[in-house]
Nanobody, 118 residues
Framework: QVQLAESGGGLVQPGGSLRLSCEASGRFSSIHEMSWYRQVPGKERELVADITSGGGTYVRDSVQGRFTISRDKVKNTVFLQMNSLIPEDTAVYYC????????????WGQGTQVTVSS
């Protein structure tokens, strides 16, 4: 079983910063892709950013220039640096990891709450 441990969420004022982390543990051959999603009540989960095994990154337009995704390959950990936060960033943030173990699988973290409010 592959599990993801998320941390770093919390309450922050507009303009503030947070750094989310997600560590993958368990059995897998290699990691294919690591991603961050977010979800607010009543809306579908949306992709925020991802990073591929080759190091290529994607960040959705609404957070471009404010969020940065990175990884520590040795520790199997993905980070999301969130700067200049705005209330619209408020959501539960979920880590997603696609990994190889003969075939390609994916697993989700439990989610961490990010609240941006005055």
């Amino acid at each position: 079983q592959v599990q993801l441990a998320e941390s770093g969420g919390g309450l922050v004022q507009p303009g503030g910063s947070l750094r989310l982390s997600c560590e993958a543990s368990g059995r897998f051959s290699s990691i294919h892709e690591m991603s961050w999603y977010r979800q607010v009540p009543g809306k579908e989960r949306e992709l925020v950013a991802d990073i591929t095994s080759g190091g290529g990154t994607y960040v959705r337009d609404s957070v471009q220039g404010r969020f940065t995704i990175s990884r520590d390959k040795v520790k199997n950990t993905v980070f999301l640096q969130m700067n200049s936060l705005i209330p619209e960033d408020t959501a539960v943030y979920y880590c997603n990891v696609k990994f190889w173990l003969g075939s390609l699988y994916e697993t989700w973290g439990q989610g961490t709450q990010v609240t941006v409010s005055s």
